[in-house]
């Protein structure tokens, strides 16, 4: 793989500076070109240009390629002035596929919501197996970085990275399918339709389909061929699997389902039942997703990961017969929360303190339809907790689980996740005697 003219990456996170690093070693002397729509382009050995100024680099074609971060939109009408200009636009992922696909299994993991998870189990049941698996994508190494290191790669990843994916896979595993990311994408539709790009294209790759993707209509219009499913587990496969999990620190309902979805790819990829087991009884929960902390007598869930009220429902079903406090609500995205509403009485949740925006229609709902639940609106997270620790006694698990992205207070939903802890550390844990 050569590059005869400069390279545009566009976008400055985690796979920008794995690209550059790809690139830097591949040619040394090749211009490199960076541009971001906001915060700091820290790019080693780039030249900056500025998002306004685009138009004219393409109309002047001071490139000839673009990179795209995942978190660039590719709808994002620079792109069609460079498709127009005949100037390729790709991604740290296709380029992972023109260098490195040939003589590597590849198992590609999305879904709304579980897909790390599942990706995480499934690389330990294979490893744990004694396969030679690599984990890249989301989680683990962005794709460049894990070159073709390992026999086996797994990617987990985003409606962002499949939407444009250039080759395909030896398996595919859809978890759920649910709305998401529409500022994105531009319409829930498109949404479906970029996810599902995945598995909506002819070849002979197997697909794994978790319990919510099996019965949804546009996914099983996206397989095609119902040939390509893998096998369900056999009824001593499951019930082993289901007696690993209750011992594991896998948590909910939901998280079951996504070990059943884990062994069936780790089996179909040459996994061991043992493998598979050994696997979930490694498997320790992902920073921010139902990560318990325990100060004093509150048991505090951070589930800051959770951008959907689906995300959201999960987490309260995973506490049966608890007292909870619930803290909800984040950037607008469009997302009905009324169903949410309905399931909080059930689900234990005593408290309910909302954040901007999104938190503004849950508050209403939750009080038309379940006014049993003390509803506290706050302006910020600090807020939030500053007031459910003036109601201690109405709960003994407080849960963030927003149901939304954070980026209307927060960074990223690491970032909103690390508050959360800090402030319950200081708000519940008890004074040194």
Not at 329 to 337: L, N
Not at 399 to 417: C, D, H, T, V, W
Request: charged share 20%; glycine share 8%; proline share 6%.
């Amino acid at each position: 793989m050569r590059f005869d003219e400069p390279v545009l990456l566009y976008g400055a996170g985690k796979e920008a500076l794995s690209t550059r690093a790809f690139l830097q070693a591949r040619q040394p002397d090749l211009k490199v070109f960076v541009a971001v729509d906001s915060g700091d382009a820290n790019i080693p050995d780039t030249e900056q240009i500025a998002a306004a100024a685009l138009p004219d680099a393409i109309a002047a074609r001071r490139f000839g390629l673009i990179v795209k971060s995942p978190g660039v939109s590719r709808y994002k009408p620079v792109f069609a002035l460079a498709q127009s200009a005949g100037i390729p636009v790709t991604s740290n992922l296709n380029l992972w596929g023109a260098a490195y696909r040939q003589g590597r299994y590849v198992i590609a993991i999305t879904g709304t919501k579980g897909k790390s998870t599942t990706a995480t189990l499934a690389h330990l049941m294979l490893t744990h197996s004694g396969v030679d698996a690599g984990l890249a994508g989301n989680v683990g190494l962005a794709p460049l970085d894990i070159a073709d290191r390992h026999a086996v790669i797994l990617f987990e990843l985003s409606s962002y990275q499949t939407a444009d994916m250039d080759f395909l896979p030896d398996m595919a595993a859809i978890t759920n399918l649910y709305p998401e990311h529409v500022d994105w994408h531009g319409s829930v539709e498109r949404y479906y339709a970029d996810k599902l790009h995945l598995v909506d294209r002819d070849g002979p790759f197997a697909i794994a389909l978790g319990a919510a993707a099996s019965g949804n209509a546009l996914v099983a219009g996206a397989i095609r061929d119902p040939s390509r499913l893998l096998p369900e587990l056999t009824a001593d496969e499951a019930g082993a699997i289901e007696d690993a999990a209750a011992r594991s620190r896998l948590r909910g309902a939901h998280n079951l389902d996504n070990a059943r979805l884990a062994a069936r790819i780790a089996l179909g990829a040459g996994g061991t039942l043992a493998g598979v087991l050994q696997g979930i009884a490694a498997f320790r929960p992902l920073p921010h997703r139902l990560e318990e902390h325990v100060f004093g007598d509150i048991v505090a869930v951070d589930d800051s990961i959770s951008t959907t009220p689906e995300a959201t429902k999960a987490a309260l079903a995973a506490y049966p017969g608890r007292r909870i406090a619930l803290i909800a609500g984040g950037h607008e995205r469009q997302q009905d929360y009324s169903g949410l509403a309905d399931q909080l009485a059930r689900r234990g949740v005593t408290t309910l303190a909302t954040l901007p925006v999104t938190g503004d229609r849950l508050a209403r709902a939750t009080r038309d339809r379940a006014p049993a639940i003390l509803v506290l609106e706050a302006p910020d997270l600090d807020a939030a907790l500053a007031a459910l620790a003036a109601q201690r006694q109405r709960f003994d698990t407080l849960i963030l689980s927003p149901g939304a992205p954070s980026y209307n207070q927060f960074k990223n939903f690491e970032q909103r996740g690390a508050r959360f802890v800090d402030l319950c550390r200081q708000f519940f844990l008890p004074a040194p005697g």
